[in-house]
């Protein structure tokens, strides 16, 4: 099933399908953003998955709290290994989606796995209002890539 149901609450009860490049055929969402970027890396991408917590254990630091971070989605291409995640418009500049984007490993993953002969890895923070049915993974990277640097904790970003 590809399409939302009327009551757009109800996204989370219902089981996707449809989908050849993931490593999961059958998929559930928290939201209509998510079930259509899930859709998008079905054009460009080699694969992608949905990771479950625990996965990658990426902690972020919140105040005094460091929760794990689990993305929406990481998908391989050609080029580069990914991890995209979606936020609402209005929410991608507060702190808690910085602190998210600081602690994503991305930089580190990709210089070790450039220095074993892999590819690097890109932090993609997406905004709702660009998801799209008709969007590529490979022009969201071009616009929403989160430019790797150090933080003033030494955490990088993708």
Known sequence: MHQAPDEKGKIAQIVYGGFSKCAYPLQRFHSDTERVLAYVPERDTLRRFQPVAGQFNIS????????????????????????????????????????????????????????????????LLVPHDAVAHNATVSSLAGRFSVAASSSATGSNPC
């Open 60 to 123: 972020y630091r919140f105040g005094a709290n460091q929760p794990e971070y689990v993305p929406d989605f990481v998908a391989a291409t050609t080029d580069h290994n990914l991890i995209i995640e979606s936020k609402a418009a209005k929410d991608m500049e507060a702190s808690d989606v910085k602190a998210k984007a600081e602690a994503t490993w991305c930089k580190k993953a990709g210089d070790y796995s450039q220095a074993q002969g892999g590819k690097p890895w890109k932090y």
